[in-house]
Structure formats: C-alpha cells, structure tokens
C-alpha cells in the first residue's frame, strides 16, 4: 500500500471548515483513498472513502485530485466533539484488507 | 454502540500471567482483526482471521495468538505478559476478506485497556 503524508497537528475554529490534506504521490490506480478518525482514545471511526471521484457523506467530502497524489478531507462545519487524530489510508483493492495506519493528523477544534 | 463488542473494558494484570481478550463482531461480518495502540507505538495490526481461518500476520509476537471461533467471535490470548504490552487493544470488523471485495470502512469496537504491573 502507497505510503501517506499528513502534517502532525492542526487547528480550527468551530463552525469554521476543516480542510486536512493527505500526500500520496506512490499511489497506484487500484488504490482508494481512506479517512479514519479517533477521538481520544476510543476505537478508530470510519469517515468516507473514494478512488478517483469527489466522495461526500453525512460527516464529511473527500476531495481527491485529478492525478490522484493528493487527498483533502472536508469537514464543512467542525464543532468541539470533531477534535480528534485523522488518518489518511491508502488501500488496495487486491490484497488482504488489513489497514495500516500512520501518525495522522490531529486537529484541534478550539471556541 | 458500533456493532463490534470487545470485552473486558479494563484489565489489570501482573507480567507472567495470561489474559484473554474477546470480541464479537458486527451481525454478518465475517472478518476480524486485532490491532494493538500502545502510547509510542501508534496503531499495529497484528492478526486477520476470515470466517474461521488466519488470514493475515502483522506485528504480532510469539506470545500473543488469536482464534475465530464458529460464531464468528474472536479471542486474543496474551502470554507471559510484559509491563510494554500495556496498550489499548481493538478489535474491528468488516463483511469481506478482501479489500476489492468490498470497499467500504472497517468497524472498530471500543477497546479493551491492558494495564500490565
């Protein structure tokens, strides 16, 4: 799996968007692209997913460059219980599907 | 409540002994994994089992094994417990065996904190 590249710490103001990005310049064509978060120390929360295509659901958009090496992670109106360590995943679609996490980043939703 | 139930919460043991830790997965979920989050090490997986068979090997140590059992509930045995094996660990769980057979996101339990002294 492509390795990924997240800056270590970022902060927001609530209400404001959260734009967190995600370098994956290895990646290959049958690779997604996934976002997870974990808030304090609970168990790591599935946010969306995509390929190639813009993703959006109820939490978040995934906004995924044209030559796929680079990744942006919406949260369009972050509140306080969004503060938490994100993780950017690449994945591919052949292999076993074990996750392999990395340092992520954590984001800090301040009043 | 996500679907995937580990137990205990909490366990508080002494190095040498051996504990066991359960989970039940999410109803239809026939794959499990383990992952282990101790404060300098991050997320590790350590072990996959699909529907009843080991599937999948991280960084799991000799002392630790893991079995899926019929009901599709897993356990992780921890042996000759070391005061570095405190960590949270989580169970998550996913429909498929395979990344291409469905894409989708993992389910995670809630953990179950190991304090090793």
């Known amino acids: 799996d492509a390795k990924t590249t997240q800056p270590p710490s970022m902060d927001c103001a609530e209400g404001r968007a959260a734009n967190l990005p995600c370098n994956h310049s290895?990646?290959?064509?049958?690779?997604?692209v996934y976002w997870y978060r974990q808030i304090h120390s609970q168990g790591p929360q599935y946010i969306i997913h995509?390929?190639?295509n813009n993703e959006t659901n109820e939490m978040a958009s995934l906004i995924i460059t044209e030559d796929r090496k680079s990744s942006t992670l919406i949260l369009p109106h972050a509140t306080l219980r969004d503060t938490a360590v994100y993780y950017c995943?690449?994945?591919?679609?052949?292999?076993?599907?074990?996750?392999?996490f990395g340092t992520g980043t954590r984001l800090q939703v301040t009043l | 409540d996500s679907g995937v139930t580990q137990t205990p919460k909490h366990l508080i043991t002494a190095t040498g002994q051996r504990v066991t830790l359960r989970c039940s997965p999410r109803?239809?979920?026939?794959?499990v994994y383990w992952y282990q989050q101790s404060l300098d090490q991050g997320l590790q997986f350590l072990i996959q089992?699909?529907?009843?068979?080991?599937?999948a090997k991280g960084n799991i140590l000799e002392r630790f094994s893991a079995q899926q059992f019929p009901d599709l509930h897993s356990e992780l045995n921890l042996s000759s417990l070391e005061l570095g094996d405190s960590a949270l660990y989580f169970c998550?769980?996913?429909?498929?065996?395979?990344?291409?057979?469905?894409?989708?996101?993992?389910?995670f339990g809630s953990g179950t904190r190991l304090t090793v002294v």
């Open positions: 995509g390929l190639k």
């Open positions: 290895t990646i290959s064509g049958n690779e997604y």
């Open positions: 998550a769980s996913s429909p498929h065996l395979r990344q291409g057979d469905y894409p989708g996101g993992y389910t």
């Open positions: 995943i690449v994945r591919s679609t052949g292999t076993a599907s074990k996750l392999t």
């Open positions: 089992y699909y529907n009843g068979e080991e599937r």
């Open positions: 109803s239809g979920d026939l794959s």
